[in-house]
């Protein structure tokens, strides 16, 4: 498959509306081809399926698996909001394959225009379906973070993601940068109604977004909340126990969590987050306390927990390795 | 470095022999071998043998590996061989840049058992060695194999920010160990903040890879006297980390010494266990 170019453009690490604007050009033009070449079947596909969890809010259930050839990459929650005039797509799963269901999803539901792609965090299972909305050419938004986050990671994300789901589920994946990033808490307008961004500081990863439909109180949260799927530590641990108590001073009325349902309550998701998060911050700290090494951690921290999740077994230790390698330095 | 075209070339050498020899199955085990020969001959005296599974150091490492770029290694030399070693040479045999480090040891190392442990990236599947040099030139080598991949190109940092931000920051911990009276050396920790960037990281945005820059030395002393010396490279994780045993009976605070490849120096001292 052809390799996305990116031409080389000075880099001070921030992006700026205006080179962010250039590249989207640039990739645009770039996908073009690739995109419109590709023709997949639509027979039963389970990322197609969406429920409306509020009135004019669609949500998918991304499955508690790692990424495979027969789930495409389709295993992180997605959804998008419709507006008066326009609509919101919130992720897009971890391949043009998903992303594209997710597409014909929107088109399914309304004949609006799809304004925005806001990506929650940059990890691959939430951003590499990106590509199949290019050409509604929306503004592709995110924290402002995220730009350099994914640029420094793609590489990586795209030959891991096409590994590990074989050349045909990922077929027309690329890396697609936010257009926009958000520093402050911003709000946009699909009309008659608003979406307030807040970007978080480090916490699952270091560009963490929240999304609220004012409308309906309902949040995307990203994958600062895990339910039934173990969380997995990108960012800081005890910044992500931040956060999270943050957000529960005003907990939202319905969440749309990054892994877990559909859509779920606050308080039913934030109690195993944070029970899970403060087992290993105090196991991680006892073993540093005691002169013991990363090994040691590995093997005895928060093994309670481990019926308690999916995929314990996949992320659990590196989920230590993180905490250590961060709470070593208190 | 020297070693990073020869070593392709055995490589690119290796890949044809095994598509000439598609069903002979010992191709990939000639080819490692190969491997790891060019890596002696230019890391080590050609004229010496190298003794391997010598009995006079163990070396742990996982199997499998949970995070590439911080693989957790451990070197451990017995109380009768280690006042004779002079250089303890890490090496990870598939990286680009296979010596992760190399070690030599001072008066103040200890006459004790010797224990050495650091984070290395692993770039793809491989084997782990390590090689001290005795006082009499000779060479003992232990090797772990391990499966990891992914450690010099995948950027671990997980907050650029704070990682930016805290660049050349130092700490020294003293390490509690079971209380063994005859002991004559202790345990301590020197971690650097430093993101070691490896040069294998692309920034996606540019195209371009984001330039080497990382710790080449550390020098750790109790009082005046040398602990260790070590010269360092990319394939030692970011944020480089290295817990050591010193010996208890030299006077004087640990310090520590460490240099980037941009010049900068960083310093701190503590005082432990065994100061006066």
């Not at chain 2, 040099?133 to 391990?146: A, F, I, N, P, Q």
């Not at chain 2, 820059?213 to 970011?238: A, H, N, P, Q, T």
Request: charged share 25%.
């Amino acid at each position: 498959m052809k390799r996305l170019e990116i031409p080389e453009t000075p880099y001070a690490g921030g992006l700026t509306r205006r080179s962010a604007h250039r590249l989207l050009a640039l990739l645009a033009g770039a996908l073009a081809l690739p995109t419109s070449m590709v023709k997949v079947v639509w027979a039963k596909q389970p990322e197609g399926k969406f429920q409306q969890i509020a009135d004019g809010i669609f949500a998918h259930h991304g499955l508690h698996e790692l990424m495979n050839s027969d789930n495409h990459g389709d295993i992180a929650n997605t959804g998008f909001i419709i507006g008066e005039e326009s609509v919101a797509v919130i992720d897009t799963g971890g391949s043009f394959h998903t992303g594209t269901a997710l597409r014909n999803a929107v088109r399914a539901a309304t004949a609006k225009p799809i304004r925005y792609v806001i990506n929650t965090h940059m990890h691959p299972d939430h951003v590499l379906g990106n590509a199949a909305f290019t050409p509604d050419q929306p503004r592709f938004v995110s924290h402002a973070k995220m730009a350099r986050a994914l640029a420094a990671r793609g590489t990586r994300y795209l030959e891991a993601a096409k590994e590990a789901m074989g050349e045909e589920a990922f077929r027309g994946t690329e890396i697609v940068l936010p257009t926009e990033g958000v520093r402050e808490p911003t709000t946009l307008d699909l009309g008659g109604r608003k979406l307030k961004l807040t970007p978080k500081p480090t916490a699952h990863t270091d560009n963490d977004l929240i999304i609220v439909d004012e409308k309906t109180q309902t949040a995307f949260v990203g994958d600062l909340i895990f339910s039934g799927h173990i969380p997995t530590l990108d960012g800081s641990i005890l910044g992500w126990v931040q956060v999270l108590k943050e957000v529960d001073k005003q907990p939202p009325q319905l969440i749309v969590p990054g892994h877990g349902p559909a859509s779920m309550g606050w308080t039913a998701a934030y109690g195993p987050m944070l029970r899970y998060l403060d087992t290993v911050i105090e196991d991680v700290r006892k073993i540093i306390a005691e002169g013991g090494t990363i090994n040691d951690a590995i093997k005895t921290a928060g093994p309670q927990e481990a019926p308690r999740w999916a995929l314990f077994d996949e992320f659990h230790q590196r989920n230590v390795t993180a905490a250590f390698a961060e709470l070593e330095w208190e | 470095m020297k070693a990073i075209g020869k070593q392709t070339g055995s490589v690119i050498a290796g890949v044809f022999a095994a598509i000439l020899a598609m069903q002979a199955a010992p191709a990939l085990a000639d080819e490692d071998a190969e491997l790891w020969q060019s890596i002696r001959e230019d890391v080590f005296d050609e004229q010496i043998p190298i003794a391997e599974e010598s009995d006079k150091l163990t070396l742990e490492a996982p199997y499998r590996a949970q995070d590439a770029a911080i693989v957790p290694i451990s070197v451990t030399i017995p109380a009768d061989i280690a006042p004779r070693v002079r250089k303890l040479t890490l090496l990870v045999e598939k990286n680009p840049a296979p010596v992760v480090a190399a070690f030599t040891f001072g008066e103040a190392a200890g006459l004790g058992e010797r224990k050495l442990s650091t984070r290395v990236r692993v770039d793809m599947y491989s084997n782990i060695r390590a090689v001290i040099e005795l006082d009499d030139g000779s060479l003992h080598m232990r090797t772990k194999y391990v499966k990891a991949a992914g450690g010099c190109s995948a950027p671990a940092l997980k907050d650029m920010d704070a990682a930016l931000a805290n660049i050349g920051k130092l700490k020294i911990r003293s390490l509690r160990r079971a209380p063994q009276r005859s002991s004559s050396t202790a345990e301590a920790q020197v971690m650097v903040r430093h993101p070691n960037y490896s040069g294998m990281q692309m920034n996606q945005l540019t195209g371009l890879y984001i330039p080497a820059k990382y710790v080449e030395r550390i020098e750790v002393r109790k009082g005046d006297k040398v602990v260790f010396d070590m010269e360092g490279g990319i394939s030692l994780s970011e944020d480089p980390n290295i817990r050591f045993t010193y010996a208890r009976g030299v006077d004087g605070p640990l310090s520590v010494i460490a240099k980037d490849t941009d010049g900068k120096t960083f310093t701190t001292t503590a005082p432990v266990k065994g100061s006066s």
